[in-house]
């Protein structure tokens, strides 16, 4: 039984097709929240510029104390709020990057034929040969 090298070459096909689409739409979500995290850090930082130069500004220490109570709190519910864009974009980035892969990998596909049934993986193991040790 002759098996055609094209069989064997399109045995993974689907599979390759299927990481590589992975592969591209992990790319895309990554840069997806590297932009977010790096717009929060940039919008961040300039927040907290400008509330240097408000707390440089303040009259005294009650002023300082209400400005830099009002900064932690809106620093906060800023936080609050990337953590959870970003956490939904990492969701949505897990879902969508094995997702190719796992329907690929998930039931055989019907197209190809398994490798017991093209013979490319034997049945039936050799019988082990015994080696005899040779003192000499």
Partial sequence: MFIDFHDIR????????AVS???????????AISDEA????KKHYESAYAHG???????GLNEVIELQSDYAKIS??????EATKLSAL?????KEAFKPVK??????????PSPLATGLVATK???AQKKERVEG
Avoid: H, I, W
């Avoid at 399109?10 to 097709?17: A, E």
């Avoid at 990492?90 to 897990?94: I, M, N, P, V």
């Fill in 53 to 59: 130069g408000r707390l440089l500004n303040a009259k």
């Fill in 38 to 41: 790096t717009a929060y850090s």
């Fill in 21 to 31: 689409e992975a592969a591209a739409s992990t790319a895309k979500r990554l840069q």
């Fill in 76 to 81: 906060y519910e800023n936080f609050v709020a």
């Fill in 90 to 94: 990492c969701s949505e980035f897990a």
């Fill in 125 to 127: 193991s050799a019988p």
């Fill in 103 to 112: 329907t690929e990998f998930a039931e055989p596909s019907r197209e190809q």
């Fill in 10 to 17: 399109n045995l993974g096909m689907n599979q390759f097709d």
